[in-house]
């Protein structure tokens, strides 16, 4: 056990950049991908566990795709935040009261930063509440 704990004070000791070429050297040294589900990557080689911190952190900032979620409608407002979603989510006028029946909802799922910003944007000057996660 104590060749465990030294590893684990190691890897308390490494840098962000360091801690990332260890990731990377890991997933070659054992066939692995740390941007698979932790789950997978971490069953298939016990030392990927040691790189999850570092794996978790890589993943954050490296974030590309994002969802717009429609959180609320207000009631005076429901026309003109209608026509925005139609026109975001591309579906016929006769859905978008269906579509928008229970939210929150995701309107847009893993699109660009740009894009969902976009859409952010678009939704919130119509009066809807909106969030990007």
Request: overall charge negative; cysteine-free.
């Given at each position: 056990?104590?060749?465990?704990?030294?590893?684990?004070e190691k890897l308390k000791g490494l840098t962000l950049l360091e801690a990332s070429e260890?990731?990377?050297?890991?997933?070659?040294?054992?066939?692995?991908?740390?941007?698979?589900?932790?789950?997978?990557?971490?069953?298939?080689?016990?030392?990927?566990?040691?790189?999850?911190?570092?794996?978790?952190?890589?993943?954050?900032?490296?974030?590309?795709?994002?969802?717009?979620?429609?959180?609320?409608?207000?009631?005076?407002?429901?026309?003109?935040?209608?026509?925005?979603?139609?026109?975001?989510?591309?579906?016929?006028?006769?859905?978008?009261?269906?579509?928008?029946?229970?939210?929150?909802?995701?309107?847009?799922?893993?699109?660009?930063?740009?894009?969902?910003?976009?859409?952010?944007?678009?939704?919130?000057?119509?009066?809807?509440?909106?969030?990007?996660?």
């Amino acid at each position: 056990m104590s060749t465990v704990n030294e590893i684990i004070e190691k890897l308390k000791g490494l840098t962000l950049l360091e801690a990332s070429e260890l990731v990377s050297k890991i997933e070659e040294t054992f066939g692995v991908d740390a941007s698979a589900p932790a789950g997978g990557a971490v069953v298939m080689a016990a030392p990927g566990a040691v790189g999850g911190a570092a794996e978790t952190a890589k993943a954050e900032e490296e974030k590309t795709l994002f969802d717009v979620v429609l959180e609320e409608i207000p009631a005076d407002k429901k026309v003109s935040i209608y026509k925005v979603v139609r026109s975001i989510a591309n579906i016929a006028v006769n859905q978008v009261k269906e579509f928008t029946a229970t939210l929150p909802k995701a309107l847009k799922e893993s699109v660009s930063k740009e894009e969902a910003e976009a859409a952010k944007q678009q939704l919130e000057e119509a009066g809807a509440k909106v969030k990007i996660v």
